[in-house]
């Protein structure tokens, strides 16, 4: 395969855009794919692919290039020269010929194709931090080794399907009939997986608001907080809104939904999105402070903790955090997740539900964070159902859920709702 000068000189700039720059590689690709209006399919896939595989097996490849390891996450000995030398072990171990340029490095195939024989600890050939090898080894013990290995495999690309406008069987021949062959996911009712990676974001289909890309295994987490029509939701961690979009699409576009988050910007392409699906029953509010918490307690039916976490479930779709991430960070999540659900819990009437959500695989963030929360408050609480999904069990990403029934009252009942509130009122007025 050919490699044109130009291509090859943009996936060695972009690379240094992400480990010296520190930029995310997905930013990068789009800000690449701007500037080069012009490149074809085949361009286009060449540099995706490389970056995207050099930054999920960075250590690895760094390791095969003959540099040494201590510098592969120094900035500073992040040369254009040792970037060219990362690129041509990860072409070479993809059976690829090297470009002829006299004025590249020199590396010889046969030497990278050695080191690959060579021992190696089980860090370097799983391209991941020591301290993530650590904590992994630590917190899940002989369930590590294979959930480690799943974490680099390229993940697939997965619709959830908006029921408001269309379902699963007409999306799935609309997508057809623009050339994307899907196939259905049996566990997830809401849930179309691509037969083969392509961008959808530019498709007449999404446009109109038909689906939302979004892992089979995050589609599981609104239904399981079991919303129904005419009541009133608040996803507090909101985000970009995909899941307070599904919740909507679960509750017919009947009832209230605050969606809550401390990101102006996001709550900004929640809008976006809620209108492109013809959502007009979620509210979205930026948390200012503690005051906006208190002033929703006892407020809603069904609450939302999606909280904020390591993202190390979703490593595959996101490759570049693992070298973003310290064990430090996890630490200040831990302490962060725990303060979120014991402030926000606050929000769920007696007799209502509370679901708290990560795309984390850690213990230390799941089970762990439920188990303390109920220590504390365990006679307010009772839990119902967990919901567990990692990647070594099948396609779908890392993701854990806990649903908790807030005892004393029994619910109210939904027809009350829709017949007594008024179409203008928010949750918080409720």
Not at 2 to 23: A, M, N, Q, T, Y
Not at 232 to 244: E, F, W
Not at 349 to 368: D, H, Q, R
Request: a neutral charge; charged letters at 30%; proline letters at 5%.
């Amino acid at each position: 395969m050919k490699l044109p000068p130009h291509l090859l000189d943009e996936i060695i700039l972009s690379l240094g855009e992400v480990f010296v720059g520190k930029r995310y590689a997905d930013k990068v690709i789009e800000f690449t794919f701007k500037r080069h209006r012009k490149w074809g399919s085949r361009d286009r896939r060449i540099f995706a692919e490389s970056i995207y595989e050099c930054v999920r097996w960075w250590r690895w490849y760094w390791f095969l290039a003959g540099l040494p390891d201590a510098a592969h996450t120094q900035p500073e000995e992040i040369t254009p020269e040792r970037l060219w030398r990362v690129w041509a072990a990860y072409w070479i171990t993809n059976g690829r010929d090297l470009p002829v340029d006299e004025t590249a490095p020199q590396i010889r195939p046969s030497d990278v194709l050695q080191r690959a024989k060579q021992g190696a600890s089980p860090a370097i050939r799983a391209a991941i931090p020591d301290w993530m090898e650590a904590r992994g080894s630590r917190e899940l013990g002989s369930a590590w080794p294979s959930l480690r290995e799943s974490l680099n495999l390229p993940a697939d690309v997965f619709m959830r399907v908006n029921t408001i406008k269309n379902d699963r069987r007409a999306l799935r021949e609309r997508l057809g009939q623009e050339g994307f062959e899907a196939e259905v996911v049996d566990q997830v009712p809401s849930a179309l997986r691509l037969k083969q990676r392509a961008n959808l974001f530019g498709t007449a289909s999404y446009k109109d608001g038909l689906f939302e890309v979004q892992d089979a295994a995050s589609q599981l987490i609104a239904p399981f907080l079991q919303p129904e029509p005419g009541m009133r939701v608040i996803d507090a961690c909101a985000g970009g809104g995909g899941k307070a979009l599904h919740i909507a699409a679960i509750m017919r576009n009947k009832g209230r939904i605050l969606a809550l988050d401390v990101h102006a910007w996001k709550l900004a392409e929640l809008r976006k999105r809620a209108s492109r699906a013809c959502v007009d029953i979620i509210e979205a509010r930026e948390i200012e402070g503690s005051k906006t918490v208190k002033r929703l307690a006892q407020k809603a039916e069904r609450v939302l903790l999606d909280v904020p976490c390591s993202g190390l479930g979703v490593l595959r779709r996101n490759p570049d955090a693992k070298w973003k991430l310290s064990d430090a960070e996890i630490d200040r999540l831990i302490a962060l997740q725990a303060e979120i659900l014991e402030s926000y819990s606050r929000m769920v009437i007696p007799g209502g539900k509370l679901v708290y959500a990560t795309c984390s695989i850690l213990p230390s963030e799941n089970e762990l964070q439920v188990k303390a929360f109920l220590a504390k408050q365990g006679e307010e609480w009772t839990l119902e159902e967990e919901l567990h999904r990692t990647p070594e069990t099948g396609a779908f990403d890392g993701f854990y859920a806990a649903r908790l029934l807030r005892n004393s009252k029994p619910e109210v009942t939904h027809e009350t709702h829709e017949t007594t509130r008024k179409p203008d009122q928010t949750v918080s007025e409720v």
